[in-house]
């Protein structure tokens, strides 16, 4: 079945330390997003990317990073800049116009 | 620009009444709706969308959606509540852009 995957579910980050939350999709998709979930809050957009190589910057995108070096794979990396990374994180993806389908998600906690 | 308002934050139901959630949205065009719904630590899961083909929409696990664009709404219900519709939902609005717009949730608390 096609879908989105998320690696890993939970990830613990170290003072000054980059951690990288890896998002794979097999539906073809050509567009990919990333969102944080904070609790009882929305979702608000980092980055996202329609096509290959290409990316732009969403609503919250200081402390984040990412790429786009292949169709299926668009990696977010939390780097040590973000000084509030605790939250969910969710990886979307979508084409034509239709509606997102979203992986299950990572938590990143703050050792 | 396009608006998604969910009127509601949070909403408790009796198992077996009848689920509203309320959803409105601003849009200087047809929009594209839809309703995702959120279990604890899990991804969205899309429940049902409108693209202007029927106003009524129906979704899986027994919800269905009106939209009404009299009054700018697309409230989401369900004729029974069961505890395990107890989760997260999300109005979203698309329609011409690869950014969707999501309501802010509504957490929906089903009692026995």
């Known amino acids: 079945d096609g879908g989105i995957t998320q690696s890993p579910k939970y990830l613990f980050r170290k003072e000054g330390q980059n951690v990288t939350l890896s998002c794979e999709q097999n539906?073809?998709?050509?567009?990919m997003y990333w969102y944080r979930q904070d609790p009882g809050q929305g979702l608000r957009l980092i980055y996202y990317s329609q096509i290959v190589n290409d990316f732009q910057k969403g609503d919250i995108a200081e402390g984040y990073s990412v790429s786009r070096e292949k169709k299926e794979s668009f990696p977010l990396t939390v780097t040590s800049a973000q000084k509030n990374p605790t939250a969910f994180y969710l990886c979307?993806?979508?084409?034509?116009?239709?509606?997102?389908?979203f992986g299950d998600g990572t938590r990143l906690s703050i050792l | 620009a396009q608006s998604v308002t969910q009127l509601d934050s949070h909403v408790s139901v009796s198992e077996g009444t009848p689920v509203l959630l309320r959803c409105n949205y601003s849009?200087?065009?047809?929009?594209?709706l839809f309703w995702y719904v959120q279990h604890p630590n899990k991804g969205l899961q899309l429940l049902l969308k409108?693209?202007?083909?029927?106003?009524l929409v129906k979704g899986i696990n027994g919800f269905e959606a009106e939209f009404k664009k009299s009054e700018t709404s697309f409230h989401l219900t369900k004729p029974s509540a069961h505890m395990s519709d107890a989760a997260e939902y999300f109005c979203v609005g698309g329609g011409g852009s690869y950014i969707p717009t999501f309501g802010r949730g509504t957490s929906l608390i089903v009692h026995p």
């Open positions: 979307a993806s979508t084409t034509g116009g239709q509606p997102q389908h």
């Open positions: 409108y693209t202007s083909a029927a106003t």
């Open positions: 539906l073809n998709h050509d567009a």
């Open positions: 849009s200087s065009y047809s929009p594209s």
